[in-house]
């Protein structure tokens, strides 16, 4: 199984963007999807996660302004981010809960970078 992420890109303060992450590859079952993020000189944080069941959950810096929802159809977790910031700068990732061959595994997906300036 893989996670496929894209994108990110440069956007200016304030402005909008939307990720997407599909998982392929297999006979799999997805359970809980998320977005982590890295910012330049940063440990690693979660974003904003979704349960299978839809139920989501935001880190405080982002609430208002991000948006993360899946079509389970498409295997696919989207982050909708607007009023984008400088801070919001890093390399994004997306995870996924999966079930594959009889256990659940984590997955990451390769990073996406998005960078906010003027």
């Known amino acids: 199984v893989q996670l496929q992420a894209s994108g990110g890109g440069l956007v200016q303060p304030g402005g909008s963007l939307r990720l997407s992450c599909a998982a392929s590859?297999?006979?799999?079952?997805?359970?809980?999807m998320g977005w982590y993020r890295q910012g330049p000189g940063k440990q690693r944080e979660l974003v904003a996660v979704?349960?299978?069941?839809?139920?989501?959950n935001y880190t405080d810096s982002v609430k208002g302004r991000f948006t993360i929802s899946r079509d389970n159809a498409k295997n696919t977790v989207y982050l909708q981010m607007n009023s984008l910031r400088p801070e919001d700068t890093a390399v994004y990732y997306c995870?996924?809960?999966?079930?594959?061959?009889?256990?659940?595994?984590?997955?990451w997906g390769q990073g996406t970078e998005l960078t906010v300036s003027s």
């Open positions: 979704i349960a299978s069941g839809g139920r989501t």
């Open positions: 995870n996924a809960d999966i079930w594959v061959a009889g256990k659940i595994e984590g997955y």
């Open positions: 590859g297999g006979t799999f079952r997805i359970y809980a």
